[in-house]
């Protein structure tokens, strides 16, 4: 049996006008722990300025949770993310060497 296999590449132009949105566009973030690298209000400035939206707690609909490198053992913000994950919502947690590098990725044209 004889099986054809579609090799045709396709190529979609976009429109130019058009930008890849940041990671932390449209998402809410919540912060735990002391960062090393900047202060919480530096910190909320620049999600804010990417379009990012700062929570005070951890709830269902949490997108990030930024753990800061100077945390002393496990916080309850964290507890309830992983409690949160556990039961099926997509919450990432990241380190604060992850959310700067996060932090430093420009919009792009697509």
């Given at each position: 049996m004889k099986q054809d296999h579609d090799t045709t590449e396709v190529i979609l132009?976009?429109?130019?006008?058009?930008?890849?949105?940041?990671p932390f566009n449209n998402k809410r973030i919540v912060f735990t722990g002391a960062l090393?690298?900047?202060?919480r209000s530096e910190a909320?400035?620049?999600v804010n300025a990417l379009g990012g939206i700062l929570q005070g707690a951890?709830?269902?609909?949490t997108d990030f949770v930024i753990l800061g490198?100077?945390?002393h053992g496990i916080s309850s913000k964290h507890l309830k993310a992983k409690q949160?994950?556990?039961?099926?919502?997509?919450?990432q947690i990241l380190i604060?060497?992850?959310?700067?590098?996060?932090?430093?990725?420009?919009?792009?044209?697509?």
């Open positions: 132009l976009s429109d130019p006008t058009q930008y890849l949105e940041h090393s690298s900047m202060t909320a400035k620049r951890v709830t269902k609909e490198d100077k945390r949160l994950i556990s039961l099926g919502y997509d919450i604060e060497d992850d959310f700067l590098w996060v932090l430093s990725i420009q919009n792009e044209v697509i």
